[in-house]
């Protein structure tokens, strides 16, 4: 029986460090298009942005941000969001990506888990208001000298970087610090860029489980560098080509298979919007004359969906990667047909690889694109493994595991988790269930781990029940996903209150509401006396699901 384990082709390997690979494209093409972003009326040569990612480096240097602190970033998509990404990989800090979703309980809990010393944050959008939670968090900023901050509730963060023109107290403007650094600073930039070595951590992304809390999973310039590099081979990419990211930054897929693409084969990079909206991207696409635009399904279909689809000239597109969620056969069919994504490919992967495990490749055959996740990268392996460690046959469900330059250096001073998803021969466990075929096609068939996909955005439901055991009513819960249209899944919840206590379904979704992301808060509510368990007294998730799923029409 044939074992259900493949190899990516051998190729390149870069061994340069972010910082390094940046300044030999700059160097090589300065005049080239390196960063546009349509809403701060930002164009930049690559010469231009080296000299804004160097000014923001050097000021950091000043403040005392040294190689090894972390450093949080939580905004929406802006041009100050990729100047930190750059800066923090020159001077060796570990940029900590904080989702712009985020409210007051994960806030505390990111920013402490990785033990920040700095965060750069951005006024606000939309009802997420950053600087009014950052000081409800940490209410001695109305105090302190800016980098001087001693919060009782945040200990080791000192710095607070503000995005905009206006001042906060206890906060330096992101434009002041890139005006502070001088000779000294530029000199020490200049000998960090020959001593931080490739296999240095550099930046942490959070991702949750079906056990607990968010990880902080840590990647290297290795790491990412190498995954951005290959991804891009894997659309034929060049300077030629002008990348539309309307995904999220705080993502793997908008920093590494977005903006660290970009970079890595000296492309053009252009933020269309500071968060998803659909006609703003389709207006820069045209305006830009983009040849690749990356999103999630839900994203195209919105754009497709457009009453003013037609109006906007798309002709310029050829790639870009859809990832997130499975590939409805209609949308690729769309995509191709009314969009000009002739060479468009799906990816697939975890935050804990970097993030891309397998691609499709843009010749392979309409089917093993709207039926696989592709192959494994380059200089990747993976492999199905049954239940009892064994590996599967062609055909045979099995867990998903892969190994491979891009595997975390692991989680955030968490050595027992590290060690549940990482074996001692280096693979690393998914959690997804999925089947290969003889040529090393992968499908995904489902989850071990109950992990929601809603909208693209992972939802982790042991970490949205962590948050609801905190108030004084509720005795049990069980969150889990239901189907969803529109979204794929939503949030449902099975509560069981304590004796005596009387709270309602919205009084549920009020305790939620500024404490958690408004995605995690559930959209379905129940209360019960019981829950479905089997003999053995673990809870019959599945059962939930179903049962609910009917009772809802769903």
Not at 425 to 454: C, N, P, Y
């Amino acid at each position: 029986m044939s074992e259900a384990k493949y190899t990516g082709a051998s190729g390149e390997q870069l061994t340069s460090t972010i910082g390094q690979h940046l300044d030999s494209v700059a160097a090589n093409n300065p005049n080239h298009p390196a960063l546009i972003v349509s809403h701060q009326n930002i164009r930049w040569s690559y010469a231009e942005f080296v000299a804004e990612v160097d000014r923001f480096a050097t000021g950091m240097l000043a403040l005392g941000i040294a190689q090894g602190d972390r450093v949080g970033i939580w905004s929406p998509n802006r041009y100050e969001w990729v100047v930190t990404q750059f800066a923090t990989a020159k001077i060796g800090a570990i940029m900590v990506c904080i989702n712009p979703a985020y409210r007051l309980y994960e806030l505390e809990y990111s920013l402490n888990k990785v033990g920040c010393k700095a965060i750069i944050a951005a006024e606000s959008f939309k009802t997420s208001y950053y600087l009014k939670m950052l000081e409800e968090l940490a209410p001695e900023l109305a105090h302190c000298e800016p980098g001087r901050l001693e919060s009782k509730k945040l200990p080791q963060l000192e710095i607070v970087i503000r995005m905009g023109d206006e001042s906060s107290d206890g906060m330096f403007n992101f434009e002041a610090v890139s005006q502070m650094g001088g000779k000294d600073e530029t000199s020490r930039l200049n000998e960090l860029a020959t001593t931080l070595q490739a296999g240095d951590a550099i930046n942490i992304q959070f991702t949750s489980g079906t056990t607990g809390t968010p990880k902080g999973a840590t990647l290297t310039h290795t790491n990412i560098l190498n995954n951005a590099y290959h991804a891009g081979k894997s659309m034929h990419f060049s300077p030629a080509d002008i990348l539309c990211i309307p995904v999220p930054m705080y993502h793997c897929f908008g920093m590494v298979l977005g903006t660290l693409v970009g970079v890595a084969h000296g492309a053009t990079m252009v933020l269309p919007c500071e968060v998803f909206d659909p006609e703003l991207v389709l207006q820069a696409v045209q305006d830009e004359k983009c040849t690749a635009l990356h999103g999630v399904p839900t994203m195209f279909i919105a754009e497709l969906d457009l009453p003013t689809f037609t109006d906007f000239d798309v002709s310029t597109l050829r790639t870009g990667i859809i990832a997130g969620s499975t590939c409805p056969i209609e949308l690729m069919k769309r995509l191709i047909s009314d969009m000009a994504l002739t060479e468009i490919v799906i990816g697939y992967g975890q935050t804990e690889c970097s993030p891309l495990n397998s691609m499709t490749a843009i010749e392979d055959s309409f089917e093993r694109r709207v039926t696989t996740v592709g192959r494994p990268h380059t200089n990747w392996e993976m492999k199905i493994v049954t239940e009892d460690g064994a590996i599967a046959a062609f055909g045979e469900t099995g867990e998903v595991c892969s190994r491979g330059y891009g595997v975390m250096q692991g989680y955030w001073n968490d050595a027992e988790r590290t060690a549940d998803t990482i074996d001692v021969e280096g693979w690393l466990h998914s959690g997804d269930l999925g089947e290969m075929d003889a040529d090393g096609f992968v499908k995904i068939t489902g989850r071990i781990k109950d992990m929601i996909i809603r909208g693209g955005e992972n939802v982790y439901p042991r970490e949205i029940e962590e948050f609801l055991y905190t108030h004084p009513d509720i005795q049990e819960i069980q969150v889990f996903g239901v189907p969803d249209a529109k979204y794929g899944e939503q949030v449902a919840a099975w509560i069981q209150l304590k004796e005596g206590a009387n709270l309602s379904e919205d009084g549920v979704r009020q305790f939620c509401s500024g404490q958690i992301t408004h995605f995690k808060i559930p959209k379905y509510i129940k209360m019960v006396h019981e829950f479905p368990m089997t003999v053995t007294g673990k809870m019959q998730k599945f059962v939930m699901r179903d049962s609910f799923a009917k009772e809802l029409g769903l």
